[in-house]
Every structure is written in C-alpha cells, then in structure tokens.
C-alpha cells in the first residue's frame, strides 16, 4: 500500500511538472508573438518618448519588455500608485477609470491593442515639482477576456540609458513631454500643487 501510494505520488508530481513545462512553453510563444506583432506594427514607436529610434534600439527594448496577461477584470494599474511600468497592449481592451467625487470612478476613456500608456513611469524626474508625474493618474482595468501586455519597468528602461541603447534625443524628447505636461498640468490646476497626471 505505501508503494502504491508512493508510486502515485510520484505520478502526480510528475504530471505537474509537465503541465508546468507546457505552461512555460506556451507562455514563451506567447512573448514571441507579442514581441512580433509590436515590431511589425511599430507600435513601441507611438510613444512619445520613443518616436524614431531605429530598429536596433528598438530591438534591445522589446527584447527587456516582460510579458504578462490579465482576465477581464482585473486591474492592470491603479490610480494614485506609483508609475513603474510603461505599456503596450498586444491584445484585447482595457477602460480607464478616474476617480470622481467620494468613492464614485468615471469611465474616462479606452484602450485597445496597440495603445500606449504609462509613459511617466520613463520620465526623468529632475525636480521636486515633476514628482507627481511618477504616480498613475488613472485605473486601468481589463475588459476583455484576455488582455496580453509587454512591460518596461523603469528599472529596466534605466538601465537601458546607462547603456547608451536609449540616446540623448529620447532623454531630450522625454524633457519636452514632460515640460509640455507640466505647462498643461499647471494651466489646470493655478494654485501650482502638484497634481497626478
């Protein structure tokens, strides 16, 4: 009886290791595809920060993006926490939410494939005023069964700059969409706190 159940033990942890290893193996192609459709559609270069850079940097970026998927419902960033991430949706839809008066959201706007959106996670802070910009200025969930995204972290887009794959003239673009965001930011709110956007 004790080898029998031995005997079934060691089955069951073997099935497991295969449905893992056949996970991993899925999970791999889906990063592959995802990585594919964003460079045939040039979809990394509808940031702003990143218009124009050539393939090679191009390449290097995706290559650090991590993928990752969402069940419909599930809150792929929140508003107020801190911006970390930049991202591309590969597929499926998100809605964005704000929150409004008391404990009320909006229904503020959508997101589809192919969209951007976290570029301030990648901003460079250079001062106390553009703090602000670091923290998500909406809630971002998934609507569709699935949503596949590619992340860049700004640890990792950091680094990426320490290695001279992201150049001077992104750093400088950055600069501009975040000097133009704070103009805008500080055109709405005349008191000049600083406020998420």
């Known amino acids: 009886r004790l080898m029998i159940s031995f005997s079934n033990s060691e089955r069951l942890l073997e099935e497991q290791q295969a449905r893992r290893r056949e996970r991993s193996s899925i999970n791999v192609q889906h990063r592959v595809a995802a990585r594919r459709k964003i460079r045939q559609t040039k979809a990394l270069t509808k940031a702003a920060v990143f218009a124009g850079i050539d393939e090679v940097a191009t390449e290097k970026v995706l290559s650090v993006m991590k993928y990752e998927r969402y069940p ?60 602000g910009s670091r923290v998500r200025s909406a809630t971002i969930i998934a609507v569709s069964d699935i949503v596949q995204t590619l992340e860049l972290s700004r640890s990792e887009f950091e680094r990426l700059v320490e290695l001279g794959v992201i150049g001077e003239e992104v750093l400088l673009r950055m600069r501009a969409v975040q000097k133009d965001r704070r103009e805008k930011r500080e055109a709405l709110i005349p008191s000049g706190k600083p406020h998420a956007h």
Not at 95 to 105: D, E, H, I, M
């Open 72 to 131: 419909e419902g599930a809150v792929i960033c929140e508003e107020g926490a801190d911006a970390d991430k930049f991202f591309i949706i590969v597929t499926g839809r998100c809605k964005v939410v704000v929150r409004g008066k008391g404990t009320s959201s909006m229904h503020v706007g959508d997101l589809k494939a192919l969209d951007v959106m976290g570029e301030n996670a990648l901003v460079v802070v250079e001062d106390d005023a553009d703090r």
